[in-house]
């Protein structure tokens, strides 16, 4: 599979290349997407449930010397789930976690044409991660930490499955050219005494375009 | 054998054919009966489908609909104010299209920016109460409708009938007009001659010929309480009484002016309100005598009251139930209180309920959840419990159900629980109004009646359940993360749902958020102490220093948290060691010739 898109993404960087001479650059990029996102802590499943949440998150970049895109993204995630009696340790009371983790990220994007098909990018940066934790007729608990993420992901343009649509969209919006964007993540962010890891995968699919 | 299975057999069918010929019967060949259950789509469908002159009934209950009617047709409600329309998507509840030989009546039309729009001719509203609302429309006429408006209330409404054509010409009798925007609006281009015999409650001199109409500012209603508790049958001082147009009432007076009056008003009266708890007056052991009360209804029509009452719930499930099989007293309209004599109230042959199963008591904040099995012959259960070994026992009284929440318990407290349940010699009681028209049938008690009032008069206790013991406890969320309110108590002790912490948190929530001043102390501290508690985290050495600074604070707190009579304990210790400090004092400077001051 990776040699696959390997292959495709030098045919496709050669073939473009001659073609992209005089095209425009985009300086702006702007992504939305829905995750699934995968809490690293092995106890997540007992206490909420499931190994893993719906979160969406949105980011938006400003690009230089064509390849580097300098951002910020934000992401909330929400899930119910049981609290716990810590003497006696039984399950008890109803628990709403909320996470938002706020990220500046660096991103080097394999982008060498505005007609390049397949844009592999990889990147990573600082998080700061909010949390809530709501026990339902009790109270909350919130804060927020520090931590490091890392991302990578694959995108494929789609401006040549429908050339007019895209023609449309640049001359409505200026929207230069739009991916459809395949991303993991993975954050490190510690909290709390004994140390817990809040960070974990995220698995993402969205829309990125680029102006 | 065989002979055998083929009677049980015939006599099932024979059965069954019974029970479907009686609710035929109950029907009348065209009726259609509209119940509740039925969305706005149902009943224009089964109007859609009816054929020409069939009654549509409605059931009693509150319908949000918005239909048309282009067939000849009657629309009914069961009970006038008991069956009340508002409108689905803000149009006409009902539409009477060009078709015309409509008549629409016995119905109630709630909060509504129009009720009845009609185009057709011949239509026919009458007995119905319009309160749809200050600034909106009873009744809207286009295209040459001729209609008749007769024996119906409009109370809080914008404009009772509104003509959009010179030509269509609504005959307006016997109608009561009440609680409306203006007179200037109350009929749009309605010819001023076909007014009579109509009730206002404010002076509507912009028509001149008003043909023998009634005005009073207080109409008699029936009861006067807020709006949805009206009772708008007449009182015997109405002025609205007897002057309607004709003899046509059903006790053969002059007509009743208003929604009560005519030939095809309902025969139902409201339901009795404010029904006291019984009182037992005299009990033997054997047999017991019961006094109940209520509130004597306004309603000139009522002849009296039943007082029904069984040892079985009669009325809670089914507020329509036949009545006919129900014992019942009798009283005459005047007459607020029955005594109920010679019910039995010998509980010897009550059998006694097996102890409850005590299945769970499971701990939370501040409370517990108890669960528990039910046993046959209980019809409630008692909650006990105790607060540690040598607590005093406290007892809940609950209905027939299998859990409970107790809640305002300490927590790391433990508690101990158990369980009896009970057996009683319970009566349930009713009362009914009926009309003196014809109070030898059902047909004139009132059809809805509330919940049954319940007396007790005696019960049997089984033995305790099982004993279980809990410590309810705070909940901590998963995982246990630092929350940034109580910050410093929570650096200084390491951890957000340390007992200490706990204490601070509580005289917050408690104490400092009930009043403005301590609100605006929170927010300052939010404000100001995630600051001071990051320089903590960050200087290990500074954690015992604060939490030595904080004990104070947290003793305070504690304090606070005592009872009013630990408190009163405390006053009186300090009370009597000041007054033997003084007279110490008084007599040690006395001595030496000293005045006290």
Not at chain 1, 64 to 78: H, P, R, T
Not at chain 2, 251 to 269: E, H, L, N, S
Not at chain 2, 311 to 322: H, I, L, Q, S, V
Request: charged content about 20%; some cysteine.
């Amino acid at each position: 599979m990776l040699k696959l898109l390997l292959v495709v993404f030098l045919v496709s960087i050669s073939l473009d290349c001659v073609a992209d001479a005089n095209s425009q650059k985009p300086h702006r990029t702007l992504e939305f997407f829905g995750e699934v996102y995968e809490p690293t802590d092995e106890k997540w499943e007992t206490y909420y449930g499931s190994r893993n949440m719906l979160a969406a998150s949105m980011s938006s970049a400003f690009r230089f010397f064509n390849v580097f895109d300098l951002g910020i993204s934000v992401s909330y995630a929400k899930d119910r789930g049981k609290g716990v009696l810590p003497l006696s340790q039984l399950s008890a009371g109803d628990v709403t976690y909320e996470v938002a983790p706020v990220e500046l990220f660096l991103l080097l994007r394999a982008r060498f044409s505005s007609r390049q098909w397949v844009v592999p990018y990889a990147g990573g940066g600082y998080t700061r991660l909010f949390y809530r934790q709501t026990i339902d007729d009790e109270g909350y608990a919130r804060g927020s930490v520090n931590g490091i993420h890392a991302r990578a992901g694959v995108q494929f343009l789609l401006d040549p499955l429908d050339q007019f649509a895209a023609n449309t969209i640049y001359e409505n919006f200026g929207v230069i050219n739009s991916y459809l964007v395949f991303e993991g993540k993975y954050t490190k962010a510690e909290a709390g005494n004994p140390v817990t890891q809040l960070g974990g995968l995220s698995y993402k699919a969205g829309i990125m375009v680029e102006y | 054998m065989f002979n055998f299975t083929r009677i049980v057999f015939l006599i099932c069918i024979f059965q069954f054919s019974s029970y479907l010929f009686a609710l035929e019967r109950a029907l009348n060949d065209d009726e259609i009966l509209i119940t509740t259950d039925m969305s706005s789509a149902d009943v224009q469908l089964e109007i859609d489908e009816a054929d020409d002159n069939a009654i549509i009934l409605f059931d009693i209950g509150e319908y949000s609909l918005n239909i048309s009617v282009s067939s000849l047709m009657t629309l009914k409600g069961i009970d006038t104010e008991n069956v009340k329309l508002s409108s689905l998507d803000g149009t006409a509840i009902i539409s009477a299209l060009n078709k015309g030989n409509v008549t629409i009546q016995n119905l109630s039309f709630d909060d509504s920016a129009l009720a009845i729009k009609s185009e057709g001719s011949n239509v026919t509203i009458q007995n119905n109460i319009f309160t749809v609302g200050v600034g909106n429309t009873a009744i809207e006429l286009d295209n040459l409708s001729t209609i008749e408006i007769t024996n119906n209330t409009f109370h809080t409404i914008g404009e009772a009938v509104s003509v959009t054509d010179n030509e269509s010409s609504p005959i307006i009798k016997n109608n009561i007009f009440a609680e409306f925007d203006s007179p200037d609006t109350l009929f749009n281009l309605v010819i001023n001659s076909n007014l009579a015999n109509n009730c206002f409650d404010q002076a509507v001199s912009n028509y001149s010929d008003l043909g023998a109409s009634q005005v009073s500012s207080d109409l008699g209603f029936a009861s006067s309480q807020p709006l949805e508790d009206y009772d708008f049958h007449l009182n015997v001082d109405s002025d609205c009484k007897d002057r309607g147009e004709n003899n046509s009432d059903l006790d053969g007076t002059q007509t009743d002016i208003g929604a009560f009056g005519g030939q095809q008003t309902d025969i139902y009266p409201q339901a009795v309100k404010n029904i006291t708890d019984p009182d037992i007056i005299n009990d033997d052991g054997s047999l017991a005598s019961v006094q109940i009360g209520w509130d004597l209804s306004n309603d000139y029509r009522v002849g009296g009251y039943k007082i029904y009452y069984d040892t079985e719930k009669m009325f809670g499930a089914n507020p329509y139930r036949d009545r006919t099989l129900l014992d019942f007293d009798s009283v005459n309209a005047d007459t607020s209180t029955k005594l109920i004599e010679n019910l039995t109230s010998d509980i010897s042959q009550l059998p006694t309920p097996d102890a409850p199963t005590l299945l769970t008591v499971l701990p939370e904040d501040k409370k517990l959840k108890i669960t528990w099995t039910k046993k046959d012959n209980a019809v409630s259960y008692t909650l006990h419990y105790r607060a540690g070994d040598n607590g005093v026992e406290q007892n809940v009284a609950l209905g027939n159900v299998s859990e409970y929440e107790l809640t305002g318990l300490s927590n790391g407290q433990e508690y101990f629980v158990w369980l009896t349940a009970l057996n009683k010699l319970q009566y349930h009681f009713q009362v009914i109004p009926y009309l003196s028209i014809n109070q030898e049938t059902n047909q004139s008690e009132a059809l809805f009646s509330s919940e049954d009032i319940t007396l007790d008069i005696g019960s049997v206790e089984s033995s305790a359940s099982s004993t279980l013991s809990a410590t309810p406890e705070a909940i901590v969320a998963y995982p246990q993360l630092p929350n940034e309110g109580c910050f410093i108590a929570t650096a200084a002790f390491g951890f957000y749902s340390h007992s200490q912490v706990q204490v601070l948190r509580d005289f917050r929530d408690d104490y400092l958020l009930t009043h403005p001043l301590g609100r605006s102390f929170v927010t300052w501290y939010y404000d100001k102490g995630p600051i001071a508690a990051e320089f903590i985290r960050e200087h290990d050495y500074l954690k015992p220093l604060v939490r030595v600074l904080l004990f104070p604070l947290i003793l305070l707190a504690k304090f606070l948290s005592l009872n009013m009579m630990i408190w009163l304990g405390i006053g009186c210790f300090g009370g009597l060691i000041y007054y033997y400090k003084r007279k110490r004092w008084s007599k040690k400077y006395s001595s030496k010739g000293l005045s006290e001051c």
